[in-house]
């Protein structure tokens, strides 16, 4: 059984983002970039079926530019088998992924496809269900476990008030929520190990997809910013205050 | 320009988050319809029609909706809102589950979270866990858009729309619903509370979270946690505020031995009053705080239960 998982190159999540002067987008100019932390997950639980001798082979991908190569040697390191770089310049909005990751798919046969549920940069928490519909596959979003059946997968999702399970015919789509693992760190041999699996790149028109964006961002500006407030001596100070001046309670 | 709104509810009753998204739709203008997709949902129904701004009330009710899964929900939501010139949803986990499948079923891009409306195709919304706005305009036929339901106010009664019953559309058959796991409390809804309070890694141990229990009793407010106190196992993760969590944005917020992560500032730093009592002065919190209370929290809140 062959798994692919799909992760995305975003702005490191310990960096403080800087806004472009013009008011256009975000800074990405040497900044740090990593992995987006939930599709660490989605690796590690690909890893996870791989070692419990569940899933047979594990395939990265990732689409964007070149610099995408270095998150996919981390998914290497982490213990997928092979990557592939859909490599493109444009920015590509999730209808566009989920159709690249469609041709993807069609080509690979995957049983399972394993994807963080939101990205950390554009928080658009859409991709792993868009490609879900592309192929009329059944959906287990915000996964905090992921149990494979005979045919069937039984997902627990994490959902307003609780917990859901739901069970999927094979093949699936899989979201990971936080709490479905704690990824692993890649070892230095694993990493070296990485460099020599096999890396390929193709680009969206190969694959036949006009990624062109369906959203135009006109701007991108600052929240509105809180002020600090005051600081109160004690309890009664607070409640006083609560009361009186602010009249909440 | 008719706009279509999947309704939130549990089959029994219809959840605010709807009536906020209706204030959203209202916004952008035009008809608007609510959609009930469920299982014996019409009391349902009937709140949904009463609700001011609404002109239609669509109800299909059968077997395959009732636990609003995305596979026959969204199949459901493409026949239907072909016809529509935006579909609406609350930013919830039915809604972020089940829109972003239908838009790509139409072939037309999500927008998610919306925070603001400009104009009927342009719309605000949070990115980098709401580090930075971006304003965002759609040219697809159907505009599907989730809504962060704590942006807008909820619309009030006063509607008398008309209830239409619709025929269902069949299950695909993709996926099946096994249990649901539901925390119990007799406390309001994180999302929808009045006021919250919340407790983190100063909190040290979940046993200690009925020092905030119990004054969430005397304030009717609902309890909630960081990630760190969520990660800690101290509560379970359907207590969590945050960019990963929940996002609130009440008239009160406490936040109690909470140091103030960007993670947890992007799921409350909307709400009206913050308060913030944790023993570190340095902490973050503090700088997004209206009252900031610099003490040992296990010596304050047995005081604050005391005094309200």
Redesign the interface.
């Known amino acids: 059984m062959k798994i692919l998982v799909p992760v995305k190159r975003v702005?490191d999540y310990n960096v403080?983002?800087l806004?472009k002067a013009d008011g256009t987008g975000?800074e990405t100019a040497n900044v740090k970039m990593s992995m987006n932390p939930f599709d660490e997950i989605a690796v590690e639980e690909a890893v996870r079926l791989k070692e419990a001798g569940k899933a047979t082979e594990i395939v990265a991908v990732s689409v964007g530019p070149s610099g995408c190569q270095e998150t996919l040697r981390t998914a290497l390191a982490m213990g997928a088998d092979r990557a592939i770089l859909v490599q493109t310049d444009t920015e590509t909005?999730?209808?566009a992924v989920?159709k690249i990751l469609k041709a993807l798919v069609d080509k690979e046969g995957p049983t399972l496809v394993i994807l963080g549920k939101q990205a950390?940069?554009?928080?658009?928490?859409?991709?792993?269900?868009?490609?879900?519909?592309?192929l009329?596959?059944?959906?287990?979003?915000?996964a905090?476990d992921v149990a494979l059946g005979d045919g069937s997968v039984?997902v627990i999702?994490?959902?307003?008030?609780?917990?859901?399970?739901?069970?999927?015919?094979l093949p699936?789509i899989v979201t990971a929520?936080?709490?479905l693992n704690e990824p692993r760190y890649a070892s230095l041999p694993n990493i070296m190990k990485a460099k020599k699996k096999p890396l390929e790149t193709v680009t969206p028109a190969a694959l036949g997809v006009d990624v062109a964006p369906?959203?135009?961002?006109?701007?991108?500006?600052?929240?509105a910013k809180?002020k600090?407030?005051?600081?109160?001596p004690?309890?009664?100070t607070?409640?006083d205050?609560?009361k009186n001046e602010?009249r909440?309670? | 320009m008719t706009i279509l709104i999947l309704a939130e509810h549990d089959n029994a009753i219809l959840k605010p988050a709807t009536l906020n998204t209706v204030t959203a739709a209202a916004k952008i203008g035009g008809d608007i319809h609510v959609l009930v997709a469920g299982k014996g949902a019409q009391g349902v129904a009937e709140a949904a029609s009463k609700i001011v701004g609404v002109s239609k009330v669509l109800l299909v009710d059968d077997a395959a909706y009732e636990h609003a899964l995305a596979e026959p929900l969204a199949a459901f939501l493409v026949e239907i809102g072909r016809n529509y010139s935006h579909i609406l949803a609350p930013a919830t986990s039915v809604g972020k589950n089940v829109l972003p499948r239908v838009a790509a079923l139409l072939d037309v891009a999500a927008v998610s979270d919306i925070t603001g409306v400009v104009s009927e195709d342009i719309f605000e919304r949070p990115i980098y866990a709401g580090n930075a706005i971006a304003t965002v305009q759609s040219r697809d036929g159907v505009k599907v858009v989730t809504v962060r339901t704590t942006a807008f106010e909820a619309a009030g009664p006063g509607g008398s729309a008309p209830v239409e019953t619709v025929s269902a559309t069949g299950n695909p058959g993709l996926s099946s619903f096994v249990s649901a796991e539901l925390s119990k409390s007799e406390r309001p809804e994180l999302t929808s509370a009045r006021i919250v309070i919340s407790g983190g890694r100063g909190m040290q141990s979940g046993d200690n979270f009925h020092l905030l229990e119990a004054i969430a009793d005397k304030l009717g407010a609902a309890v909630g946690a960081s990630r760190a106190a969520v990660d800690a196992g101290f509560v379970p993760n359907d207590y969590q505020v945050g960019q990963t969590g929940k996002i609130v944005a009440p008239e009160l917020y406490i936040a109690v031995g909470i140091s103030g992560a960007i993670q947890h500032l992007a799921g409350m730093k909307d709400s009206k009053v913050i308060v913030a009592i944790n023993k570190d002065e340095e902490a973050a919190i503090f700088q997004v705080a209206d009252y900031g209370l610099v003490t040992d929290l296990f010596k304050a809140l047995p005081e604050l239960a005391e005094a309200l």
């Open positions: 702005i403080k983002i806004l975000v909005q999730p209808l989920a950390i940069d554009d928080d658009c928490n859409q991709t792993g269900q868009m490609l879900a519909a592309l009329g596959w059944g959906q287990g979003t915000f905090s039984t999702r994490e959902i307003d008030g609780g917990l859901e399970t739901v069970e999927l015919k699936a929520d936080l709490r369906r959203l135009t961002t006109l701007k991108v500006v600052e929240p809180r600090a407030g005051v600081k109160v004690d309890v009664a607070l409640v205050k609560l602010a909440v309670i």
